[in-house]
């Protein structure tokens, strides 16, 4: 019975890390002359479940917009997708900036992971930003995860970056996105995401809950074909 209970109780305290009941979530898109701010369940949220946040619409020459951010579950942080295509008035540079935030997450972590992959078509640009704000702002980018990742024009992408921890609790993690466009039907498909890199400590504790589980299960099955 011990056993049971530590094996539900560490797997508890490993899975359950991310989220505090008052995370706050924003979406912002903006290109310049005209900005959207998302927030959770506000009028512009097209997704009903709570932790995600859905903009469907357009922003400026970018016609045609739909972008979902949502809070994840250990080790992911958030996770941010869209497909963004100008569709009217693309003469010249034509830029669009994506911005997702949420406050309040907590857990140990000996460090971040920010990767994003996707497809740019007809010419288009991409760059990307993860940060972790130990001061739980909003849009905060106290720390950046690794480098700007950017890509363009055109063709499929992939990167991934990592930075270290914050060591603060509560900490708000945010992801920027900005694409650019020089014409008429160019269009951009992407999923980024914050992930966490766990401490050895709880690496370690995963590996003794693993091992407990496996050998309850063989005890288990054991007894039955006898």
């Known amino acids: 019975m011990f056993k049971k ?19 706050t979530l924003s979406l912002t898109l903006s290109s310049g002359a005209t900005t959207f701010v998302v927030a959770d369940g506000s009028a512009l949220d097209f997704n009903p479940a709570v932790g995600q946040i859905t903009f469907i619409g357009a922003v400026g020459t970018w016609n045609l917009n739909v972008t979902t951010g949502t809070l994840g579950t250990s080790p992911q942080v958030i996770d941010l997708n869209s497909v963004d295509t100008v569709t009217g008035n693309g003469t010249g540079a034509n830029s669009l900036t994506l911005k997702f935030t949420t406050t309040n997450l907590t857990g140990p972590t000996l460090g971040f992971k920010s990767a994003i992959g996707g497809t740019l078509a007809g010419g288009a640009n ?6 972790v704000d130990a001061t739980n702002a909003l849009y905060g980018t106290g720390t950046a995860i690794g480098g700007l990742q950017s890509f363009g024009p055109g063709g499929s992408f992939s990167g991934t970056v990592t930075g270290p921890g914050i060591g603060a609790n509560p900490y708000s993690a945010t992801q920027i996105v900005v694409l650019s466009a020089t014409g008429t039907g160019q269009t951009s498909s992407f999923d980024a995401s914050i992930d966490t890199v766990p401490e050895p400590a709880s690496v370690l504790l995963l590996g003794g ?8 299960i063989r005890r288990k099955l ?3 074909r006898a």
């Open 5 to 23: 209970l530590f094996l539900w109780g560490a797997l508890a305290g490993l899975l359950v890390f991310v989220p505090t009941a008052s995370a």
């Open 126 to 131: 991409i760059s990307y930003q993860g940060y």
């Open 209 to 216: 809950v693993l091992m407990i589980a496996t050998g309850a």
């Open 222 to 224: 054991g007894k039955q």
